[in-house]
């Protein structure tokens, strides 16, 4: 059986219900391995899941005012991969306190990904039943605090033309507009020159080496300007 006292402490968290927390910490292999039904981590997962999604992105929501939907969803999916979560789980030591299957034991199941981002979520869960949802955001915000303070930018937008679009279209059914203004340079190192239009307002112009990367770049330009 897991050493809960000195996860607790670990964790930084006393839980009033330690059911819970071994809850949380048992996987779903145990159960059926003696026979009898044993109940595992998956519903606190499922629960953890909604605290932690809706934890950052309240956090998001407010540290990033100027940005839509589009930029906001990305952030908030880097920060919740599967392979972020099960480095927190390791961060934490779940891997050592986990309850497992002899058969999964066997097979590394302590140090599997999954595993260890599904207790992780499952902790969560448990930490939102026992103590509410202020002491799970408490820990969530502190065990993010690192990946926030690399957020101080948005991550860099892959796709500025489809972002720009998602913020202008729904206001007025209408999507930007791009124009070839000039071509410069030399026929094998030509510039291209664009600009962006909405509703026949030009919005910004952009520069590249091709006509694809000038319509990108004026995107970037409109989207930087419509957030000032």
Not at 28 to 43: D, F, K, L
Not at 61 to 75: D, H
């Amino acid at each position: 059986m897991p050493d809960l006292a000195s996860l607790q402490s670990r964790l930084g968290c006393r839980f009033r219900d330690e059911t819970l927390l071994r809850l949380a910490l048992t996987h779903p292999s145990v159960a059926h391995e003696g026979g009898v039904p044993v109940p595992h981590n998956q519903r606190l997962e499922f629960l953890g899941d909604a605290v932690l999604q809706l934890v950052l992105t309240r956090e998001l929501y407010e540290k990033f005012p100027g940005f839509g939907e589009g930029p906001l969803t990305k952030a908030r999916a880097k920060l919740v991969n599967r392979r972020t979560l099960a480095e927190h789980a390791r961060q934490v030591g779940l891997g050592a306190h986990l309850i497992l299957s002899r058969g999964e034991e066997t097979h590394g199941g302590r140090e599997r990904p999954s595993a260890l981002a599904d207790a992780f979520e499952a902790l969560l869960g448990a930490m939102f039943l026992d103590g509410g949802l202020e002491v799970a955001r408490d820990f969530i915000l502190h065990e993010f605090a690192a990946a926030f303070g690399e957020l101080s930018a948005l991550p860099n937008i892959e796709n500025p033309k489809g972002e720009l679009q998602e913020l202008l279209q729904p206001r007025s059914g209408r999507t930007p507009e791009y124009q070839t203004v000039r071509v410069a340079g030399t026929d094998n190192e030509p510039l291209f020159e664009c600009s962006v239009q909405h509703n026949g307002v030009e919005l910004a112009r952009g520069s590249g080496k091709t006509k694809k990367a000038a319509e990108s770049d004026a995107a970037r330009a409109a989207l930087a300007r419509l957030r000032e």
